[in-house]
């Protein structure tokens, strides 16, 4: 190999790897279970849908000691529990646990619509 071929292929390497690292981290930082590195949460009293991070949530139990084991208090209505669950990805449905389809592709407990 001559030193041109060995450049040729030192940069397309280093591209490449580029590529793949960028990818990896930008796919990695946000997911529709953890969005924003929170957790889907509904409110038992208001219905009210929102993402609660670990910051919130710790500060919410150092402020609150003696709820240290129970469900955090709505932030929003301060009247309900929040309770951790997903979002469905085809209708945006809150729920706990996904159901099951025949064939074992999971499905949305409350639109019945299986999961792309």
Do not use: H
Request: charged share 20%.
């Amino acid at each position: 190999m001559n030193d041109k071929t060995k450049l040729g292929l030192s940069i397309a390497a280093i591209v490449l790897c580029g590529g793949f690292i960028i990818s990896f981290v930008s796919s990695s930082e946000t997911s529709a279970d953890f969005p924003d590195g929170g957790t889907w949460t509904q409110c038992n009293a208001c219905g009210e849908m929102q993402v609660i991070d670990p910051e919130t949530r710790g500060r919410f139990y150092d402020d609150n000691p003696s709820q240290m084991g129970q469900p955090m208090v709505c932030p929003k209505c301060k009247k309900g529990r929040l309770v951790d669950g997903l979002k469905c990805p085809v209708n945006g449905c809150f729920y706990v646990q996904a159901g099951q389809m025949a064939d074992g592709r999971p499905v949305c407990p409350k639109c019945k619509k299986p999961f792309p």
